[in-house]
């Protein structure tokens, strides 16, 4: 059974950058797609993106120029740093496994683990 | 981005009701949708993906269908523990979006 903890601050001054790791146990990181996802009341559920093994990344474009998702296979962890945090960015944020399926030779990645999620404020 | 626009947003029913959620996209995603449920305090749990493959683990009462642009989450007789938020996500471009979420409570 995959398992994923989010840890980091839980306060960020606006302006600095906010830093997570995800730590991944019961499976290895390798071979999949790893993102994070966040959610506030005032925006709902936002995927910011994901990084698959070979250090490839995919970024939420409305996010990218502010957001670096790193992978550590020696750890099996994986981090997100946003930079330029203002009071918009404050927001549960989830990181989560994407998995692969196919459909009709189309591939598509729903998320079927995610961490317990982790309140980060900017204040 | 591809808007998904959820159905009601709240509905109140009761034990044993059927009840439907509709999300709707701002453009053709073919079968390339998740649902989601979420309770408070907790992170969501994929219930159905590719529009209406169960996943794994996730009662039969549970059912999704539509293609394009249009999707429904429908459950066949609901039970006190699927009183939560649900949410449907489209995994046809990037990015990734979700709708706005339903509430599901108890009537």
């Known amino acids: 059974q995959v398992q994923l903890q989010e840890s980091g601050p839980g306060l960020v001054k606006p302006s600095e950058t906010l830093s997570l790791t995800c730590t991944v146990s019961?499976?290895?990181?390798?071979?999949?797609?790893w993102s994070w996802i966040r959610q506030s009341p005032g925006k709902g559920l936002e995927w910011i993106g994901y990084i698959y093994n070979s250090g490839s990344t995919t970024y939420n474009p409305s996010l990218k120029s502010r957001v670096t998702i790193s992978l550590d296979t020696s750890k099996n962890q994986f981090s997100l740093k946003l930079s330029s945090v203002t009071a918009a960015d404050t927001a549960v944020y989830y990181c989560?496994?994407?998995?692969?399926?196919?459909?009709?030779?189309?591939?598509?990645?729903?998320?079927?683990?995610w961490g317990q999620g982790t309140l980060v404020t900017v204040s | 981005d591809i808007q998904l626009t959820q159905s009601p947003s709240f509905l109140a029913a009761s034990v044993g009701d059927r009840v439907t959620i509709t999300c709707r996209a701002s453009?053709?995603?073919?079968?390339?949708l998740a649902w989601y449920q979420q309770k408070p305090g907790k992170a969501p749990k994929l219930l159905i993906y590719a529009s209406s493959t169960l996943q794994s683990g996730v009662p039969s009462r549970f059912s999704g269908s539509g293609s394009g642009t249009e999707f429904t989450l429908t459950i066949s007789s609901l039970q006190p523990e699927d009183f939560a938020t649900y949410y449907c996500?489209?995994?046809?471009?990037?990015?990734?979006?979700f709708g706005q979420g339903t509430k599901l409570d108890i009537k």
């Open positions: 996500q489209q995994l046809n471009s990037y990015p990734y979006t």
């Open positions: 019961g499976g290895s990181i390798s071979g999949s797609y």
């Open positions: 989560a496994r994407h998995f692969r399926f196919t459909i009709i030779g189309v591939v598509i990645r729903p998320v079927d683990y």
């Open positions: 453009e053709g995603i073919t079968s390339y």
